[in-house]
């Protein structure tokens, strides 16, 4: 064993192992762009409240991680305002009750106006009916004075034989006559009653009743005729009722909203998300327009390092890279995502951690860690925790590319 450690060969292969250890290990460093001055970063979501109240005891405290969506009330009015809200149920009570009012009493005529044509009905059968009989009977008297002129007739025949044959008197013969005139004019009276109750029946099929000292419509169709006039009306009405029945159930919708969004505040609660920073404890009291907590966003970290002038030109928008959280031994991917110079404007996000301002000659490059995997809620997400930044080949060879006669 001696021997071979003693030996040449040994020693030399011993010698160029450790050497091509230490290429290995400082390869990355010497051949790619490497930073080590980078922390892990998420943007802040800033909720306020528009309430005044208290803030529920469910609020969640700083450092909490949010594993799923959840809505959560997180502010309750001590006395909200609803004396518009109380005006205007009231209105809409009312407005319920006239127009279900006025459908009773549409409902009250129908049935009102149903009775009265049956009613009718029944008046101009019995009518018809009685100018029926008056009609035959005045038939029957007009054939009985039909019969009596004919007797009367013959009477004043059989009178003037007798009166020129000298067995009647002067007197007798002008009774006879007198008594045949009689007759015609009983007959004409009887077919001007025919002709009477004719009409009459047929203007009572007609509905108009032309009999003595009544009207020429019965009681029920006057009636009916007003109920029509009471309906018509309340039909109006009740449009004009329904509609501002309508636009009172809507304002009270709208009012009823705005009367849930001021008695209390509901926030959706995202997942993975982080309570940075609660501003106000549970059960206090807090303002309107104040600010309750900031909510840091697991799913899109981000890491900023600060790269020299001369290594930008070749970094673009999209490049590849590698992450390694300080003390771990996983690299993670990530892709360039933003550049800006050290005379940009201040970024105005919220961010839950610092980002140091490049010097004049320095640039920052923002990079997204690929997969949007949220971070260990335990551990904050791992936020402000210093990474490494190690950017892929294409830099590289972007670089190599970029020297005098390999330039395309």
Same mark, same amino acid.
């Given at each position: ?190 077919? #001007?009653?025919?002709?009477?109750? =004719?009409? &009459?029946? @047929? !203007? %009572? +099929?007609?509905?108009?009743? /032309?009999?003595?000292? *009544? ?116 690299? #993670?991917?990530?892709?360039?995502? =933003?550049? &800006?110079? @050290? !005379? %940009? +404007?201040?970024?105005?996000? /919220?961010?839950?951690? *610092? ?54």
């Amino acid at each position: 064993m001696e021997r071979i450690i003693r030996s040449r060969p040994a020693r030399i292969i011993f010698a160029a192992a450790l050497v091509l250890f230490g290429v290995w290990g400082f390869w990355p460093y010497m051949f790619r762009d490497v930073a080590n001055s980078a922390y892990v970063n998420a943007e802040l979501t800033r909720i306020s409240t528009p309430v005044a109240g208290v803030l529920s005891p469910a609020a969640p405290r700083s450092g909490a991680y949010i594993t799923h969506d959840r809505r959560l009330e997180l502010v309750a009015a001590r006395t909200p305002d609803r004396s518009r809200l109380d005006d205007l149920e009231q209105q809409s009570a009312v407005a319920d009750s006239t127009v279900a009012l006025m459908e009773a009493q549409l409902s009250e005529i129908s049935a009102a106006d149903r009775k009265l044509r049956v009613r009718s009905d029944v008046y101009r059968t019995a009518t018809l009916a009685s100018l029926s009989s008056r009609t035959e009977a005045a038939e029957a008297e007009a054939a009985a004075c039909d019969a009596a002129r004919h007797e009367q007739m013959d009477r004043l025949d059989r009178t003037r034989r007798l009166a020129a044959s000298g067995y009647a008197t002067h007197a007798a013969l002008r009774s006879a006559e007198d008594g045949l005139r009689a007759a015609e004019q009983t007959c004409k009276a009887a077919a #001007a009653a025919i002709d009477g109750a =004719r009409v &009459t029946a @047929g !203007a %009572a +099929r007609g509905g108009v009743y /032309l009999n003595d000292g *009544a009207n020429s419509a019965s009681y029920e169709d006057q009636e009916r005729d007003r109920l029509m006039l009471r309906r018509q009306d309340l039909e109006i009405q009740l449009v004009r009722a329904r509609a501002a029945q309508a636009q009172l159930g809507g304002q009270l919708a709208q009012e009823r909203t705005r009367y849930a969004r001021a008695a209390r505040f509901d926030a959706l609660l995202p997942a993975d998300h982080l309570v940075w920073n609660a501003q106000a404890s549970p059960g206090a009291q807090v303002g309107e327009g104040q600010v309750l907590m900031d909510l840091a966003d697991c799913r899109d970290r981000f890491v900023v390092v600060l790269m020299p002038a001369r290594k930008i030109e070749r970094m673009r928008v999209g490049d590849v890279a590698q992450v390694r959280l300080l003390g771990s031994g996983k690299w #993670a991917s990530g892709h360039v995502r =933003r550049i &800006t110079g @050290g !005379a %940009a +404007r201040e970024d105005q996000r /919220l961010l839950a951690a *610092a980002i140091p301002a490049p010097g004049p000659r320095m640039f920052s490059v923002e990079v997204g860690l690929d997969g949007h995997a949220a971070g260990d809620g335990r551990r904050s997400c791992d936020i402000g925790r210093p990474a490494e930044v190690r950017f892929d080949e294409t830099l590289l060879t972007r670089s190599f590319a970029m020297l005098p006669g390999r330039s395309s």
